[in-house]
Antibody, heavy 122, light 107 residues
Framework: QEQLVESGGGLVRPGGSLKLSCAASGFTFSDFYMSWLRQAPGKGLEWLAYISARDDIISYADSVKGRFTISRDNDENSLYLQMGSLRVEDTAVYYCARDLGERSLTYYFDSWGQGTLVTVSS | DIQLTQSPSFLSASVGDRVIITCRASQGFSNYLAWYQQKAGKPPKLLIY???VLQSGVPSRFSGSGSGTEFALTISSLQPEDFATYYCQQLYTSPTTFGQGTKVEIK
């Protein structure tokens, strides 16, 4: 049974930084594209970034480009999101998600973590 | 970016009802659409992809249809565990975007 567990959320001041982690288990992590998405309180879903299975293709949403960095460690079965220049509007639950396609990008997300809350406030 | 508008935004229904949620896109595409179910405090769950393909393990009372600018998620007979918020997602253009959600509550 595949499992994704996020960690690293918390309270951070505007302009600050935070690094989220996502530990994967129950599947061959290195075979799948992975994404980060977020959901602001009471709002809908927003895709933020994806990284290819082999770590050679990365894409970001405009809302986080230049501020957030996605990375992965296939030896550690882990996905990361380094967040910088944080804004109040970045407050959200952040999810890591696995792409449905094996070794290919589909943008369908078939497995999600439980999420970690990031609160940006002074 | 493609905008997705779901209707209704809120739906009150009874167990056993047939429920249809629609998702309208600001520009047309073929079948690059998915549906997710999200229960309170939980992550989304993939129900349907490629507009009409049922994800493994999802009950057959869920079905998806449509193409162009109008898509639909149908629940043939609403069950107590189906009360949740449903989101559509388009993958035709990057970035992938989601509808605003439809909350299905018990009448």
């Amino acid at each position: 049974q595949e499992q994704l567990v996020e960690s690293g959320g918390g309270l951070v001041r505007p302009g600050g930084s935070l690094k989220l982690s996502c530990a994967a288990s129950g599947f061959t992590f290195s075979d799948f594209y992975m994404s980060w998405l977020r959901q602001a309180p009471g709002k809908g879903l927003e895709w933020l970034a994806y990284i290819s299975a082999r770590d050679d293709i990365i894409s970001y949403a405009d809302s986080v480009k230049g501020r957030f960095t996605i990375s992965r460690d296939n030896d550690e079965n882990s996905l990361y999101l380094q967040m910088g220049s944080l804004r109040v509007e970045d407050t959200a639950v952040y999810y890591c998600a696995r792409d449905l396609g094996e070794r290919s990008l589909t943008y369908y997300f078939d497995s999600w973590g439980q999420g970690t809350l990031v609160t940006v406030s002074s | 970016d493609i905008q997705l508008t779901q209707s209704p935004s809120f739906l009150s229904a009874s167990v056993g009802d047939r429920v249809i949620i629609t998702c309208r896109a600001s520009q047309g595409f073929s079948n690059y659409l998915a549906w997710y179910q999200q229960k309170a405090g939980k992550p989304p769950k993939l129900l349907i992809y490629a507009a009409s393909v049922l994800q493994s393990g999802v009950p057959s009372r869920f079905s998806g249809s449509g193409s162009g600018t109008e898509f639909a998620l149908t629940i043939s007979s609403l069950q107590p565990e189906d009360f949740a918020t449903y989101y559509c997602q388009q993958l035709y253009t990057s970035p992938t975007t989601f509808g605003q959600g439809t909350k299905v509550e018990i009448k």
